[in-house]
């Protein structure tokens, strides 16, 4: 089990970037969320079987159709149990 956070930048909002993870999320049965944040980025947790989470941060780092990420930001957690994944609402850049 291991734990990525990261923030994708570039034109990642309003192209269905937070659905698509978090179909591709539950389909690869990785815990954790997915939001927009105020800046413009979005950001997402992903917890779950190595091979399954580094293929989600792959994704991320491509972005849906209509996405065009330019950096992506990858940060190692510690996992902290999540079950299930959601999309959230977006919040301000300090709230967890």
């Known amino acids: 089990m291991i734990r990525r956070r ?3 930048h570039g034109l990642v909002q309003g192209v269905f970037f937070r659905d ?3 179909d ?3 389909e690869g049965r990785i815990a954790g969320w997915v939001r927009n944040r105020p800046d ?6 992903f917890e779950g079987e190595e091979s399954a989470v580094r293929r989600l941060v792959a ?3 491509r972005g849906p ?4 990420v330019e950096r992506l930001e990858v940060f190692e957690e510690k996992p ?3 079950a299930g994944f959601a999309v959230r609402s977006s919040l301000g850049p300090a709230d967890p």
């Open 80 to 82: 902290q149990g999540l």
């Open 40 to 45: 413009g980025t979005v950001e997402a947790v």
């Open 20 to 22: 698509t993870t978090r």
């Open 24 to 26: 591709l999320a539950r």
């Open 65 to 68: 159709p209509g996405a065009r």
């Open 59 to 61: 994704f991320c780092d």
């Open 6 to 8: 990261v923030v994708a």
